[in-house]
T-cell receptor, first 113, second 112 residues
Framework: TQLLEQSPQFLSIQEGENLTVYCNSS?????LQWYRQEPGEGPVLLVT?????EVKKLKRLTFQFGDARKDSSLHITAAQTGDTGLYLC?????????????FGDGTTLTVKP | SQTIHQWPATLVQPVGSPLSLECTVE??????LYWYRQAAGRGLQLLFY??????ISSEVPQNLSASRPQDRQFILSSKKLLLSDSGFYLC???????????FGSGTRLTVV
């Protein structure tokens, strides 16, 4: 069973600050996704990374996939209150049938005005 | 464009009652379909997935079952609910394993 560990579990910062959250595993993934979820709603896909060392930017969000495809990070620059939410990473194993993904437990981010 | 519909949004059911949650996808054919459960705003636990009509794979032994009577319809059921079945249930689809999931808006189930 592949496990994904996300850290920190909770993060509370002021608007304008920068932050990084991490997603780590001992397993290799063929692809990894990041999602943001707001209370009472389904997670929304932010990005998919597939190549070791890959960096993707989405406005103020920067996603990096580790060289060995076992870990990933999400960096937010100049956080805004609208960034508040639960950030989930999910990895898809190369051997998994139907592309089942393993989810981390998430990082709950609160951005204060 | 593809859309996914899940209902109801909230449900309060007594212990021992049956359950039926429905999920439909529009704008695509032969999607991979998934049912997840999420506890208290944490990670998602895969319950069932389906790669085609009538094909259901169960991930964890439990009090629930799933069916896929049509290509774009996925149903989560129970004959008799337990208190431990309470949670936030999410339906999702994706076209290929390399892509991320598109989730429905979820159903908050409270068993009392």
């Amino acid at each position: 069973t592949q496990l994904l560990e996300q850290s920190p579990q909770f993060l509370s910062i002021q608007e304008g600050e920068n932050l990084t959250v991490y997603c780590n595993s001992s397993s290799v993934f063929s692809s990894l996704q990041w999602y943001r979820q707001e209370p009472g709603e389904g997670p929304v896909l932010l990005v998919t990374v597939v190549t070791g060392g890959e960096v993707k930017k989405l406005k103020r969000l920067t996603f990096q996939f580790g060289d060995a495809r076992k870990d990933s990070s999400l960096h937010i620059t100049a956080a805004q209150t609208g960034d508040t939410g639960l950030y989930l990473c999910a990895g898809t194993s190369p051997e998994t049938n139907a592309g089942k993904s393993t989810f981390g437990d998430g990082t709950t981010l609160t951005v204060k005005p | 464009s593809q859309t996914i519909h899940q209902w109801p949004a909230t449900l309060v059911q007594p212990v021992g009652s049956p359950l039926s949650l429905e999920c439909t996808v529009e704008g695509t054919s032969n999607p991979n379909l998934y049912w997840y459960r999420q506890a208290a705003g944490r990670g998602l636990q895969l319950l069932f997935y389906s790669v085609g009509i009538g094909q259901i794979s169960s991930e964890v032994p439990q009090n629930l079952s799933a069916s896929r009577p049509q290509d774009r319809q996925f149903i989560l059921s129970s004959k008799k609910l337990l208190l431990s079945d309470s949670g936030f249930y999410l339906c999702a689809w994706r076209a290929t394993p390399a892509l991320g999931y598109t989730f429905g808006s979820g159903t908050r189930l409270t068993v009392v």
